[in-house]
């Protein structure tokens, strides 16, 4: 069925609720959850059923509308007590809210067997809660008695580098390796916490651990050869590229772009850059096409960046809270005490959880004018481009986010450049920043974007370096490189997001 003949039943009354059920997943799946969420409410109130308020509070929170979801779940969970599925949408929408949702936790995991999603909620739902201690040892003590559950291992490694011992992220695989040396799962595991944490000599070390144990070397070709690349072996990683399994070459293209351009190969990186951008993976390499194409003066260049014309600036005034009242909001979220380990966070710590889904006022009245800027800068943009990953996006659908964030960084934090490539338009909103140091750069904790990742050596300026000042939004495109200069001392404090490509 359709999403217009399903619409059609639901608003002529012909819908019973196995109809309405369906609505429901095909809004959800096709992003027109305006457009159900009133059928499925009424439907629900109508006939007491749990499965359409459960149904209205999964549209309500793909919307972001988190207090009208919790309540839509409170009625679900009431006329379903038992149901470990209500229960832990109920759980889930509590904490991405910014409500203590241990106790939901709690219920939903006495509801039935032991779920990972929900011994996973449980443990970020500690954390936010303070209790971070609590929820590593849990997720230990889990780990200890079901050493295959890589879900748990990646989520406590997580959790121990946000603490504040990164040392501690892998001891967990570890000890299960100890038992089962042989275990090809694990030691993916392992391979890809590596990746996580962009620890490439480990790595390197940890692929001779594992030859040295037996495992096969199908299970570690491609991470010997991304070790090799990444610490600049040039001729050993050619070969390890080249001799890696067909069906792994897809998987490695990125890695050999990486390789390529570290290795002065311009030209060759930009033959595989055209080959991959036609695929699957091209969100994850337009950040190389656009260093290549500027390393080779590709026409191209202009066609995707514009002399940086798509990097907008807006001052926000006051269309944001008062700026102290949000800050010290944000400043009550910072419980980490240590980076996360695929982040770009460098002497500073970053919010867990969708940090605009949350229901405090300042934070929703953040959100809005947030919003409202987004709206404008995509009304703005030139006309559509189907081959131009900004340009290409609808312009005529709800603003979504991706993810949404606060970072704290102090001292002489900076960000390392990076890119969003699940986004569509990334961010920087500045809150609190440091007084300037008579010592310091011209252009300390500016944000420089167009400056590749430091680790690919290549030697490109920045095409945009925008000055930090608090109630400032920056907004760019996602697959932009983008980093900051360290500054001196203080509090540099933001809101960052990723606006999710249009469906």
Known sequence: MSIEAALTAARA????????????????????????????????????????????????RALDEHEAALESFMHAARLAPSDAGIAHGHAQVALEAGLDAVALFEHANRLGPPKGDILVGLAAARMAAGRGEEAAAELDAILAQAPLWLQGHQQLAQLRATMGRPDLASASLERAMAAAPGEAALWQGLFDLDLRREDFARLRDDVERARVAGLAHIHHAEFEAIAAAELGETGRADALFDAAPSDRQPALALWRIRHLLRSGRADSAVMLIDRELRSERSAMVWPYAAAAWRQTGDARSQWLEQDAHYVKVMDLGDALPGLDALAARLRALHVAKGEYLDQSVRGGTQTDGPL??????????????????????????PPPDDAHPLLRQRRDRRIRFAGSWSVRLRGAG??????????????????????????????????????????????????????????????????????????????????????????
């Open 414 to 503: 900076h960000h390392a450049n990076h890119v969003h490539p699940q986004g569509w338009i990334s961010s920087a909103l500045y809150v609190a920043l440091p007084g300037r140091q008579s010592h310091e750069d011209a252009h300390a904790g500016w944000l420089a974007l167009g400056v590749p990742q430091a680790e690919l050596g290549l030697d490109l300026a920045p095409v945009r370096m925008v000055e930090p000042r608090p109630g400032r939004l920056v907004l760019f495109p996602s697959w932009m490189w983008h980093g900051t200069r360290p500054f001196a001392a203080g509090e540099r404090l933001t809101i960052a997001f990723d606006v999710a490509p249009p469906r």
């Open 356 to 381: 605009l889904s949350r229901i405090e006022p300042e934070i929703r009245t953040a959100r809005a004018a947030i919003v409202g800027a987004i709206e404008r800068y995509a009304g703005e943009l």
């Open 13 to 60: 009354g012909r819908a019973d609720v196995d109809g309405l059920d369906e609505l429901a997943r095909l809004a959800l799946a096709e992003g027109e959850e305006e457009r159900a969420l009133p059928l499925v409410r009424a439907a629900a109130q109508r006939h007491s059923s749990a499965r359409l308020w459960q149904w209205s509070g999964l549209l309500e």
